[in-house]
C-alpha cells in the first residue's frame, strides 16, 4: 500500500500568511492527507474542561501549509475532497454574547458528544446522522495576515458545510505554490452556525490538489454532484449576500452565454441564496445553481 503525503496535526497555523513556511511540497495533482485538531486545538476533552481554562489564542488551528508546486499566483488550484475521517467526539458550546442568540445564555455550557455508527446524539434524546464537513480551508493571501478565524476571498474560515466529501473547491492562488491550509472540522452544522459552535472535532482530509492555470471561474467556487456554488464573505450578510450573487451572474455570462438580464432572471427563479455562517469576523453567504441548469447551458464545470 503506497502512503498518502501527510501534513500531521501538529503542523499548524493559526492565520494564513504568505510569510508560512510550508511543510510539505507536492506536485500539482498529488493525493495528500491533512491530519486536524478540532477548532479548540483539542484542549476540550470532558465536560470538566471549562472555558475558563481555554487558551484562546490557539483557535482555529489550520493544518500546513501546503506547497503545490506549478501553482503561480493568478492561477486557480482546484482541491477535490475525497474523504473525511472524524474523531471518537465532538465538542458542542454554546457562550454568552456569542452566536446570533447569545443574548439568551447566562452561562457557558460544554457537550462532550460521542460519535457512534455514524450517528451522534445530543442531550440523550435528539439522535442525529453526520453531516462531515470542512469548516477552514483556505490559500494564503496576497499579502498580510488573516486569522484562520475569518473567511474572506481566499477562503479560510467559510463554515459552509457543503464543503464536504465529494465536493471540488476551487481557491485562488495569491502565492507561489498557493499554500493551501484546512481545519476546524465539524461532524455537523447547521447553515448559519447560529450558536458559534458545530459538533467541533479533530479527523483527517484526505484531498487531490491540482493547478488550472489562470482564474477562469470566480473564487472561492464549490461543485457538487448536483450544484456549484460561488461563495463569499463580507463584514456585512447582505454585501455578503450581493457578492455571492453577482458571482454566479458573473459566472453565467462567462460560461453559459447568457447576458446579465437573463442570468438574473435565471438566478431569481432557478437559483438559491444561503447563508453559511453569521457567527465569525466576516459573515459567509453562497449562491447555488443546480447543475441541471447549468448543464443545458454549457457551462464546464471543474
Not at 452561562?107 to 462531515?132: A, M, Q, S, Y
Not at 457538487?224 to 455578503?240: F, W
Request: glycine share 10%; hydrophobic share 40%.
Amino acid at each position: 500500500m503506497t502512503t498518502l503525503p501527510t501534513i500531521p496535526a501538529s503542523q499548524t497555523v493559526f492565520a494564513m500568511s504568505p510569510d508560512n513556511a510550508p511543510v510539505l511540497r507536492v506536485a500539482s495533482g498529488s493525493r495528500v492527507r491533512f491530519e486536524t485538531c478540532d477548532c479548540f486545538t483539542d484542549q476540550i476533552q470532558t465536560p470538566d474542561d471549562t472555558f475558563d481554562n481555554l487558551d484562546w489564542n490557539r483557535i482555529n488551528p489550520a493544518t500546513g501549509p501546503l506547497f503545490v508546486e506549478d501553482a503561480e499566483p493568478g492561477d486557480t488550484l482546484r482541491v477535490h475532497i475525497r474523504r473525511i475521517e472524524l474523531g471518537k467526539q465532538a465538542v458542542l458550546a454554546t457562550l454568552p454574547g456569542a452566536g446570533v442568540a447569545g443574548k439568551r445564555l447566562e452561562r457557558g455550557r460544554i457537550d462532550i458528544v460521542p460519535v457512534e455508527d455514524n450517528h451522534v446524539v445530543l442531550f440523550g434524546k435528539v439522535r442525529l446522522p453526520l453531516n462531515p464537513m470542512i469548516g477552514v480551508i483556505g490559500t494564503a493571501p496576497a499579502e498580510g495576515t488573516i486569522s484562520c478565524g475569518t473567511p474572506d476571498a481566499h477562503g479560510g474560515n467559510m463554515d459552509t458545510k457543503i464543503i464536504a466529501e465529494g465536493t471540488t473547491l476551487l481557491l485562488p492562488v495569491n502565492v507561489p505554490g498557493a499554500l493551501l491550509a484546512m481545519g476546524d472540522l465539524h461532524a455537523g452544522m447547521g447553515d448559519g452556525e447560529v450558536g458559534i459552535s458545530g459538533l467541533e472535532i479533530k479527523g483527517a482530509v484526505e484531498v487531490d490538489v491540482s493547478v488550472i492555470k489562470g482564474r477562469p471561474y470566480p473564487l472561492p467556487l464549490a461543485v457538487t454532484a448536483d450544484c456549484c456554488y460561488t461563495i463569499a464573505s463580507s463584514p456585512d450578510l447582505d454585501q455578503a449576500a450581493e457578492t455571492a450573487t453577482l458571482m454566479a451572474t458573473d459566472l453565467l455570462t462567462a460560461h453559459g452565454g447568457l447576458d446579465a438580464n437573463q442570468a438574473i432572471a435565471l438566478q431569481s427563479i432557478a437559483g438559491d441564496l444561503q447563508v453559511c455562517q453569521v457567527v465569525d469576523p466576516n459573515k459567509t453567504c453562497r449562491f447555488a445553481l443546480p447543475r441541471k441548469v447549468t448543464e443545458q447551458l454549457g457551462v464546464e464545470l471543474p
